[in-house]
Structures are given as structure tokens and as C-alpha cells.
């Protein structure tokens, strides 16, 4: 039972990894020239819109900056090049992917170290669970039972007479 069960574990743990490695694995990037001043330009904010990127608005300065990044993919550039120069004409503000490294690299390990975290205590709560004893009843607690299942005693009826004669009296 206990080697089914580690089985189990290392098929899950085997399916993770390779999930992992396809969605961490590189897919080429973009084929056309077009294809990555578009991908780019969706990670761009839009200067003059609140919540768009560059590649969603219509606004002057995104259709400018799309120009510019258009041009600048033309000219060889590669994309953190054509990023470095937004930030240096538009600031920090006008990425809308924060940065992998320093304190914006918080924003991409958090999430993952929380979920980490709260697997690993789902785990160990299961695994506590698992490590607890069946309860069984006592002989006192089937005692208790009986005399609750039992048909009702003389006693009983006579508690039952004077409950109806005091709801009487009132």
C-alpha cells in the first residue's frame, strides 16, 4: 500500500517537472518582423491611457511609440535596447512588466512562494490526518445511546404527566 502510494507521488511530481519545462521553454519568439513590434508593443503602457498598452490604443503618443519601436526592430535593435530607450524618454511607468530582477523580481517570486507554501501545508494537514486514529465509542457512550433509543420508563412518564400539568396550571 505505502509503495502504491509513493507510486503515486512520483507519477505527480514527474507530471509537474514536465509541465514546468514546457511552459518554461522557449518557443522561438515571434517569425516576422511585425509579429515582434506587436508582441513588444503589448508590453508597453500607453502614456496617454490608463490601463492600455501601446499596441490596444489608438492615442497619438501609442501610435508614436509604435512607429518607434517599428523602426528601431528595423534598424537591428533588440527588445530590451527599444525598452531601455522608452524608459529613458518615458520612465520607469511605461513598462507594464516589472522587472525581473531586484525588488521588482518580488512581484514575480511572491505568488509563486505563496502557492508553494500553501500546497505544502494542505500537504502536511492531509498528512496529519492521515497519521490520526480512528475514534471508537466507549461502553459509556453506548450506554448513553441505549437509554436514549430505549422505549419510554415509567419515570419518563411521569415527567411527561407533570410537564402537561404545570403547562396546565398556566
Known amino acids: 500500500m505505502r509503495r502504491r502510494r509513493m507510486i503515486g507521488w512520483l507519477a505527480m511530481a514527474a507530471v509537474l517537472l514536465v509541465a514546468l519545462a514546457v511552459g518554461v521553454a522557449d518557443d522561438g519568439g515571434p517569425r516576422t518582423s511585425e509579429a515582434r513590434a506587436r508582441n513588444l508593443a503589448e508590453t508597453v503602457a500607453c502614456p496617454a491611457c490608463d490601463g492600455q498598452s501601446v499596441a490596444e ?22 527588445d530590451d535596447a527599444i525598452r531601455d530607450e522608452l524608459v529613458a524618454t518615458w520612465g520607469e ?5 516589472p522587472d525581473g530582477s531586484g525588488v521588482g523580481g518580488l512581484v514575480w517570486v511572491l505568488p509563486v512562494a505563496a502557492l508553494v507554501l500553501a500546497l505544502a501545508g494542505v500537504a502536511y494537514v492531509f498528512w496529519r490526518w492521515r497519521g490520526t486514529a480512528a475514534m471508537h465509542a466507549s461502553d ?6 441505549d437509554r ?5 420508563t415509567p419515570a419518563r412518564e411521569d415527567d ?11
Open 148 to 152: 436514549a433509543l430505549a422505549p419510554s
Open 140 to 145: 459509556a457512550d453506548r450506554a448513553l445511546v
Open 57 to 78: 490604443s489608438d492615442a497619438a503618443a501609442s501610435r508614436g511609440i509604435r512607429t518607434v519601436i517599428a523602426e528601431r526592430i528595423d534598424e537591428g535593435a533588440s
Open 93 to 97: 511607468s511605461i513598462l507594464l512588466t
Open 160 to 170: 411527561a404527566r407533570t410537564s402537561e400539568a404545570r403547562s396546565g396550571e398556566r
